[in-house]
């Protein structure tokens, strides 16, 4: 071989190792890469099953708790077992005059039904407290849906007329029993009110908003708050037993309720409207989470929740709207 031909030698075997060498190393590898790819993918395939297993389990574990906490599968046995045991409680927080009405059952998905009370009744709020706190604990499928109180006077601890609507569930595949209660259950107490007393509860009551003179004078203020012009009335003042005392939803919107102690009397007042209420005239310009701004005489003033309207302050027009804008009601 002269030099010529170890020239052209050498040539070849550059271009193969420059261009052939890269396709030759594909050709090796592509199978490995392939295999591990596929390794990867199983792997992913397997974590997703057990993600999707532990969740089935948990659901399992979550309907296992629903029914034994639902009323028995029955419907009407159990709108009869739900109906005396919500009697006993009304008749263990003596109230009086206990009234108690079937709603009609709504069926759900061929899964569960709704299984509705009305429970009419007479009785303090102390006693309301009581039944409610009782209600709470067991560890029923339930919950109140509305809740009415009329007061039928304003002095010392008034009796309230009672109206409170409750929902219970009964799910078809519940165990079929006959007590409203699994065997050793009635006695358990719902999450919601383990290691909870009576007595963390009594502040609830302290304050009876339906009664006048009930908790006494207001509180004095130590900074001097400016009141609205109105003119004079002789004896007692009307406007200091003229109470805030919650809201009613309506729709998307909701009223605030201003309760007059002396005549035993409910107003409830929307955003933009006008009012006249023991004396004091204005507007409403804002309902929050728990107070409502209004203006009188071209100044905004903002009244909260437990407050009477000898007690409303003076704001700037800033600090009229709420804080939080969710909470507004939209006309």
Known sequence: MNQRERILLIGLVAVFLIGGAQPAWRILLSPISNRQSTIENLRRAQEGKQDEELRIMAARRKLGQWKQQSLPPERLDAAALYENWLLELALNAKLQNVNIDRNPITKRKDTFALIGMTVTAKGTLSQLADFLFAYQRADLLQKIRTIDLRATGAEGDPVLDIIVVSDAVSVN????????????????????????????????????????????????????????????????????????????????????????????????????????????????????????????????????????????????????????????STR
């Open 173 to 328: 595949d519940a165990d079929h029993r006959d007590a409203l209660f699994e065997e050793g259950r009635k006695e358990v107490v719902s999450k919601l009110m383990q290691d909870k007393t009576r007595e963390q509860y009594a502040a609830l009551t302290q304050k009876n908003l339906f009664a006048r003179g009930y908790n006494g004078p207001p509180p004095k203020v130590v900074e001097k708050k400016p009141t609205p012009k109105e003119p004079e009335k002789p004896g007692i003042d009307v406007a200091e037993h003229v109470v805030l005392v919650g809201y009613v939803a309506k729709g998307e919107s909701r009223d605030v309720v201003l309760y007059d102690r002396t005549k035993n009397r409910s107003t409830e007042l929307r955003e933009g409207e006008d009012f006249d209420v023991a004396g004091v005239k204005g507007k409403v310009l804002a309902i929050g989470p728990d107070f409502f701004t209004m203006q009188i005489d071209g100044e905004v003033w903002r009244l909260k929740l437990g407050q009477n309207l000898r007690q409303i302050e003076k704001v700037s027009e800033t600090e009229a709207k709420p804080a939080d804008p969710s909470t507004v």
